[in-house]
């Protein structure tokens, strides 16, 4: 038995359940769950969260159709604000998508404003939307991690449960403000089980934290069952909480599945890096 097996927010989502695939727009598809699902256990108060962000997501598979009837395809760029009442349940957000396919819109202005509002209504929390249409504009190029990559340290691991006490003792006397990475994230779908594989930043200026019990803690993860965001939000809380930190953010990238990718950003107060977020992709995304 998991936290959440009794959750009634749980108990309708699309997630797990064989669906049909909707080709005509339908913005009932989209299923929020709330955050205070994992918030609760970790006795965060939605009126004084100990973070900011946001949830970045990246849109690879939409199309529509034009007031002709032609196809257009398009890439879009999502952002839901760490304090909305829900997070977007992934599979729903998928479903929703594919909804457009068939369905003619008379400008890319009106799927946008779609998109805005329904993904607004899903978190109860205005939500950001860009889209691209231009598929021959793309100039980005594969990014990395900056910092320290705890990858290379040779340590020995037996524990593949989440266990926040390894992170006991966790910071130094030394004071200092580096980046620590690590492409060893795995985490597994809080409904389906399904392995959910991702790369983690993590900025802090305070004591310096232990590195290999950071590692430990993070590898920790690779059978725990939760939502990306809640994952995030949790590795937060245990190193504020473990660790002598002044000032934190973690940011981690998840492959895609579906045609999206989702990034959650928590920072302690870091209004301008969240609002000019790096959303880079990394090799595996």
Same mark, same amino acid.
């Given at each position: 038995?998991?936290?959440?097996?009794?959750?009634?927010?749980?108990?309708?989502?699309?997630?797990?359940?064989?669906?049909?695939?909707?080709?005509? /727009?339908?913005? &009932?598809?989209? $299923?929020?769950?709330?955050? *205070?699902?994992?918030?609760?256990?970790?006795? #965060?108060?939605? @009126?004084?969260?100990?973070?900011?962000?946001?949830?970045?997501?990246?849109?690879?598979?939409?199309?529509?159709?034009?007031?002709?009837?032609?196809?257009?395809?398009?890439?879009?760029?999502?952002?839901?604000?760490?304090?909305?009442?829900?997070?977007?349940?992934?599979?729903?957000?998928?479903? /929703?998508?594919? &909804?457009?396919? $068939?369905?003619?819109?008379? *400008?890319?202005?009106?799927?946008?404003?779609? #998109?805005?509002? @329904?993904?607004?209504?899903?978190?109860?929390?205005?939500?950001?939307?860009?889209?691209?249409?231009?598929?021959?504009?793309?100039?980005?190029?594969?990014?990395?991690?900056?910092?320290?990559?705890?990858?290379?340290?040779?340590?020995?691991?037996?524990?593949?449960?989440?266990?926040?006490?390894?992170?006991?003792?966790?910071?130094?006397?030394?004071?200092?403000?580096?980046?620590?990475?690590?492409?060893?994230?795995?985490?597994?779908?809080?409904?389906?089980?399904?392995?959910?594989?991702?790369?983690?930043?993590?900025?802090?200026?305070?004591?310096?934290?232990?590195?290999?019990?950071?590692?430990?803690?993070?590898?920790?993860?690779?059978?725990?069952?939760?939502?990306?965001?809640?994952?995030?939000?949790?590795?937060?809380?245990?190193?504020?909480?473990?660790?002598?930190?002044?000032?934190?953010?973690?940011?981690?990238?998840?492959?895609?599945?579906?045609?999206?990718?989702?990034?959650?950003?928590?920072?302690?107060?870091?209004?301008?890096?969240?609002?000019?977020?790096?959303?880079?992709?990394?090799?595996?995304?």
């Amino acid at each position: 038995m998991t936290l959440y097996d009794k959750a009634s927010a749980l108990q309708n989502l699309s997630l797990g359940q064989v669906t049909e695939y909707k080709s005509q /727009y339908d913005a &009932s598809l989209l $299923q929020g769950v709330p955050r *205070s699902l994992n918030r609760d256990e970790l006795n #965060l108060n939605a @009126d004084n969260l100990p973070f900011v962000g946001c949830d970045l997501w990246n849109i690879y598979e939409l199309s529509w159709l034009n007031s002709k009837g032609k196809p257009v395809v398009a890439t879009g760029v999502v952002k839901v604000p760490h304090d909305s009442d829900n997070l977007i349940e992934s599979k729903s957000f998928k479903l /929703y998508l594919n &909804s457009f396919n $068939q369905t003619k819109f008379s *400008s890319v202005e009106t799927v946008l404003e779609h #998109l805005k509002n @329904d993904l607004t209504a899903c978190a109860n929390k205005q939500v950001s939307v860009e889209l691209n249409t231009d598929m021959d504009s793309f100039t980005d190029k594969l990014g990395t991690f900056t910092g320290i990559c705890l990858d290379t340290l040779d340590i020995e691991v037996d524990n593949y449960q989440l266990t926040p006490a390894l992170l006991a003792s966790l910071s130094s006397e030394k004071v200092v403000t580096e980046t620590l990475y690590s492409h060893l994230l795995k985490s597994n779908c809080l409904i389906t089980n399904q392995p959910d594989w991702g790369s983690i930043e993590i900025n802090y200026t305070g004591k310096q934290l232990d590195r290999e019990k950071l590692l430990r803690y993070l590898i920790s993860f690779r059978e725990h069952n939760e939502f990306h965001e809640q994952c995030v939000e949790r590795i937060y809380c245990d190193l504020m909480k473990f660790g002598q930190i002044d000032s934190l953010s973690v940011y981690a990238r998840y492959t895609r599945r579906g045609g999206l990718d989702i990034n959650p950003y928590r920072c302690t107060d870091d209004k301008e890096n969240n609002d000019n977020l790096n959303n880079r992709r990394l090799l595996r995304q």
